[in-house]
């Protein structure tokens, strides 16, 4: 049990150091020796982590995707009904959140893989749909208990997914800042709209 947790430990540090090292050169120009050399260990030992580098960028993947469900994520802070649940859900997702938990480029220079190789697609794909089913789930609850008016709920949270996806895609390429905000802030009160809340609110970005 010790040995497992000593692994998985020194397989996350290789990790998060091919991530900081890619964010900076790119995933294709990040190498098992540059990441050897930035710990200054033996090449050797990474591959007695990660067998080949495609390991390596899988267990990246799943780095990133792992910090891409903390957007769905809701406060446990305080307890919250069902409607202020899933309005943090809301924020959370068209906020600046994203950039502080993980890179873009290097998220979409890992999507890009889902289109060659099918472990990634697979991974993407599982995460992506858990967190869908997540959203609906809330939704859901949210129309079992009159506090909004969606009918589809399967519809609601396929459309919001679609949102999401294509806005954070396109703000990705907005260097303004003014006009990212303002984007953001429109592209959030679609999200709400598409919701039909019995008492709908505008939400800060």
């Given at each position: 049990?010790?040995?497992?947790?000593?692994?998985?430990?020194?397989?996350?540090?290789?990790?998060?150091?091919?991530?900081?090292?890619?964010?900076?050169?790119?995933?294709?120009?990040?190498?098992?020796?540059?990441?050897?050399?930035?710990?200054?260990i033996n090449?050797?030992?990474?591959?007695h982590?990660?067998?080949?580098?495609?390991?390596?960028?899988y267990?990246?993947?799943?780095?990133?995707?792992?910090?891409?469900?903390?957007?769905?994520?809701?406060?446990t802070k305080?307890?919250?009904?069902?409607?202020?649940?899933?309005?943090?859900?809301?924020?959370?997702?068209?906020?600046?959140?994203?950039?502080?938990l993980?890179?873009?480029?290097?998220?979409?220079?890992?999507?890009?893989?889902?289109?060659?190789?099918?472990k990634?697609?697979?991974?993407?794909?599982?995460?992506?749909?858990s967190?869908?089913e997540?959203?609906?789930?809330?939704i859901?609850?949210?129309?079992?208990?009159g506090?909004?008016?969606?009918?589809?709920?399967?519809?609601?949270?396929?459309?919001?997914?679609?949102?999401?996806?294509?806005?954070?895609?396109?703000?990705?390429?907005?260097?303004?800042?003014?006009?990212?905000?303002?984007?953001?802030?429109?592209?959030?009160?679609?999200?709400?709209?598409?919701?039909?809340l019995?008492?709908?609110?505008?939400?800060?970005?």
């Amino acid at each position: 049990m010790g040995r497992k947790s000593l692994k998985e430990a020194r397989q996350k540090e290789i990790i998060k150091e091919f991530y900081k090292l890619a964010k900076k050169e790119g995933i294709e120009n990040t190498s098992i020796a540059k990441i050897a050399k930035k710990m200054d260990i033996n090449p050797s030992l990474i591959i007695h982590y990660f067998q080949t580098r495609e390991d390596l960028v899988y267990g990246l993947i799943e780095y990133i995707l792992d910090k891409y469900q903390l957007i769905y994520k809701v406060s446990t802070k305080k307890p919250l009904d069902s409607r202020a649940a899933l309005l943090e859900i809301m924020d959370n997702i068209f906020s600046k959140k994203w950039n502080t938990l993980f890179d873009d480029g290097l998220f979409y220079s890992c999507y890009s893989l889902t289109f060659r190789e099918s472990k990634a697609r697979n991974m993407y794909k599982k995460l992506l749909d858990s967190l869908r089913e997540a959203l609906g789930n809330h939704i859901r609850q949210c129309r079992e208990e009159g506090v909004l008016l969606a009918d589809n709920v399967e519809a609601v949270a396929d459309n919001i997914f679609i949102l999401v996806d294509g806005a954070y895609f396109y703000l990705s390429l907005v260097s303004d800042k003014k006009e990212y905000e303002e984007k953001l802030r429109k592209y959030k009160e679609q999200a709400i709209e598409l919701l039909c809340l019995s008492e709908v609110r505008t939400l800060p970005v």
